[in-house]
């Protein structure tokens, strides 16, 4: 059993995807708001917590402030953003604030239990999108490879295989068959690739983020 | 039965001399042109009574209705505000004489006479020939600068050979005026950037206002829609395709303009979409590369054939590198069995095969990962 918090300012999402989770998830409690889910979250500990991008209240920063905020927890609780956009534009502040992952609004009720479940065992979600932008961002499509593994710049070579499955359209276990790997394996490359993410420094990632004010 | 002579209705025409109102006169009452005119100097010798009536006549009288061949702007024949320059001028030549000698009396006249004409000449050419297709942007500027220097010229001459109080007062007053001629258009002009730039600005507000609601609201309520009525059902793809339209309008900023590979496959996937109960999801990486007519009818082709076949989610994925296009079209169906189709089925062979080929590229055809579905590739080397 996973429990979950759901944060989403509008009332009709909350209950319509909380009525849609399988059985496998339970509900702790909802917040609408920055502050009302820092509170929330900081008494209920739940297993994940299930975060849109953009809220009201609080500084203005939305879904990446509720994480800053609860930035202690972090070991416990585990974060997957929900965005209404599949841009990355929108997910990417939330992800390098600590989110594991992030799925589409759109997603069906199955989908985001699946998701949640992946989070929870401490495995990142990535959608076929944000692939795509990590390829582009980390100049893995015209060719720039990282030389050792804990190069935080650049992909490696099977990183960079896993990325571009991802992107199209296949599960973590298809993506094991094709490159004849374990499914462990992979999320271990997905894992290394969402903290690369999260903590590069790479030109493209910084000043794209601050041009759209998520850092 | 009695005829009527219907008159002709009172109507200023649009190619005019100065005002149009003794042509239009003419035309109405039935008089030749020449007699109106002479009729209308006479009176204006007459204590300016025929000015009065001129003035009044051009303020009352409305423009004749436009004649679709004729163009909607008034050409005027007489070139006036060189007119009334020269007077300005003749009024400065009458200031110069007095400070050689001639008789003082005339100074005050004059200098009005110069200020009223100037600023005639002045207004004329900002009121009627900026609309004038026969007076050039390089006359009005003459009309103004010649202007403001027979004003400068005269006052400061007047101000140097000390006048009386009334003359030194108008003086200064011309002086002002020149200036204030002078800089009048370069002022007019930042104004009115000022006020483009306000308006800019705050339709910009309000339209980001809109776009964060729309984001909020109607954003949310469309991906709800599609989440409870499950991906592949009717009310779900058209919530999609609005979505998808009002997303277009909320970030035309953020997309390339130019239409490239990238925009107009995901336009193939849209279009699909709305016939077909499937998703297209387009994820492209690599530099903006222009479309390619065949490799772009081939993909068409492939997510055609996963609509078809396949339905609920198809995934394509386009690269661009610096040695080629690669384009993957994965679907989720039952797969094909290429040798079973291999004649009969002309689609895949011939409409995305032959297409490749054709323009010296390759197309792959195989069962998606885990033998689920079917994974169409299709590669372009680039161009050397």
């Not at chain 1, 239990?113 to 944000?130: E, K, M, T």
């Not at chain 2, 007095?98 to 100037?118: D, E, Q």
Request: contains cysteine; proline residues 3%; neutral net charge.
């Amino acid at each position: 059993m996973t429990t979950v918090v759901i944060v989403d300012d509008h009332s009709i999402f909350r209950s319509g995807l909380r009525a849609d989770l399988d059985a496998s998830v339970a509900v702790l409690g909802e917040a609408a708001t920055v502050d009302e889910a820092v509170a929330l979250i900081a008494r209920l500990r739940p297993d994940v917590v299930l975060l849109d991008v953009h809220l009201p209240g609080g500084a203005g920063g939305g879904g990446a402030e509720v994480i800053r905020a609860s930035s202690e927890l972090l070991t416990s609780v585990r974060f997957l953003a929900l965005s209404v956009s599949d841009s990355a534009a929108d997910v990417v502040g939330v992800i390098r604030a600590g989110a594991r992952g992030y799925i589409t609004k759109g997603s069906s009720g199955a989908e985001v239990s699946r998701a949640v479940a992946a989070v929870a065992s401490g495995d990142a979600v990535f959608s076929p999108r944000l692939a795509g932008f990590v390829l582009d961002a980390f100049g893995a499509v015209a060719g720039e490879q990282a030389s050792t593994d804990d190069e935080l710049d650049r992909l490696s070579a099977r990183e960079r295989e896993v990325m571009r499955l991802i992107a199209r359209g296949y599960a973590y276990k298809e993506v094991a068959t094709d490159l004849f790997i374990s499914i462990k394996t992979v999320e271990s490359h997905v894992s290394a690739v969402l903290r690369k993410l999260q903590l590069s420094s790479r030109h493209e990632l910084t000043v794209w983020a601050t041009a759209r004010k998520l850092l | 039965m009695t005829t009527v002579a219907l008159r002709v209705e009172l109507r200023r025409p649009r190619r005019v001399v100065v005002g149009g109102v003794c042509a239009g006169l003419a035309l109405h009452l039935g008089w030749t042109t020449g007699r109106t005119r002479l009729l209308a100097i006479v009176l204006a010798l007459l204590g300016g009574a025929g000015i009065l009536l001129y003035l009044w006549l051009w303020a009352l009288v409305p423009l004749a209705p436009t004649e679709s061949d004729d163009s909607a702007q008034v050409q005027r024949a007489a070139p006036m505000a060189a007119i009334f320059v020269g007077i300005a001028a003749l009024c400065t030549l009458v200031v110069g004489s007095v400070m050689v000698g001639a008789s003082p009396v005339l100074v005050t006249p004059a200098l009005l006479g110069l200020t009223l004409s100037s600023a005639a000449a002045v207004a004329w050419s900002l009121a009627f020939d900026r609309h004038d297709p026969n007076r050039s942007r390089g006359y009005s500027v003459g009309v103004r600068s010649l202007s403001s220097a027979l004003l400068l010229a005269s006052g400061v001459g007047v101000l140097l050979v000390r006048p009386t109080a009334i003359n030194a007062v108008l003086a200064v007053g011309i002086v002002v005026l020149g200036t204030a001629l002078l800089i009048a258009p370069r002022v007019v002009a930042l104004w009115s950037d000022l006020m483009a730039e306000r308006t800019t600005r705050v339709r910009e507000e309000q339209r980001a206002e809109l776009a964060a609601h729309l984001h909020d609201s109607v954003l949310q309520t469309l991906a709800l829609i599609q989440n409870r009525a499950g991906s592949s059902s009717e009310v779900a793809r058209i919530a999609r395709a609005q979505e998808r339209e009002l997303r277009d309008w909320l970030f035309l900023g953020d997309a390339p303009i130019a239409a490239d590979l990238s925009a107009e496959l995901r336009e193939v996937a849209a279009a699909i979409e709305l016939d077909y109960a499937v998703r297209i999801e387009v994820v492209a990486t690599g530099e903006s590369v222009p479309g390619v007519a065949a490799l772009i009818a081939a993909s068409r082709e492939a997510m055609l054939n996963a609509a078809k076949h396949a339905g609920g989610e198809v995934s394509v994925y386009l690269e661009t590198t610096p040695s080629g296009i690669d384009i993957w079209v994965r679907d989720r169906g039952a797969g094909v069995d290429l040798e079973a189709l291999a004649s009969d089925r002309l689609g895949i062979r011939e409409s995305i095969m032959g297409r490749m080929t054709r323009v010296g590229g390759s197309a792959t055809v195989r069962p998606g990962a885990g033998g689920t579905g079917t994974e169409v590739h299709l590669h372009l080397e680039a161009q050397q």
